[in-house]
């Protein structure tokens, strides 16, 4: 719990400082996924120290311009994200990243990588959200985790 906790900080309080995480065009990307979602999620494969097994986040997606912003408003988390695919259709795609880097990598850092894939469907999505956890102590990698979550989300607004 208190690995998930750190996590959870340290990607929020890079938000909350307004690091741009990555730069990211949206022109490909369903407007419908753009609003307020419920996020509903549970582990995949066998559970991992300090990870909740099941998990609930609001999502906020907007554009700016030609940016994707991705927000918490409860935590006041907000950032930009890079688009890594993204197309429209039936059942429209989106695949984007979060990295959030803290500490000093000449002592000790972690690297935090989220890769949510998500299929939309109305007011819904589904998808895979993909955490990768690198830890380096003197600038060499030491340990290096992969967490996968199963997603829901519900279109609040």
Known sequence: MKKLVLIFFILLSSFAHGAT????????VDNGFM??????????????????????????????????????????????????????????????????????PKTHQIVLKETPEIYLSGNKFEGIDTFEIKKYKNGTLYKEEVVKYKIIGKKIY
């Open 35 to 104: 609003g307020s979602w419920l996020v509903s999620g549970e582990l995949v494969g066998e559970p991992i120290k300090g990870f909740q097994v099941r998990t609930n986040q609001f999502w906020n997606l907007g554009k700016i311009n030609n940016v994707m912003v991705l927000e918490n408003r409860l935590t006041g988390a907000r950032g930009v994200i890079k688009i890594d695919k993204a197309f429209t259709g039936e059942k429209s795609y989106l695949k984007f990243t979060n990295i959030c880097k803290n500490g000093d």
């Open 21 to 28: 995480l990555s730069g990211g065009v949206s022109q490909n």
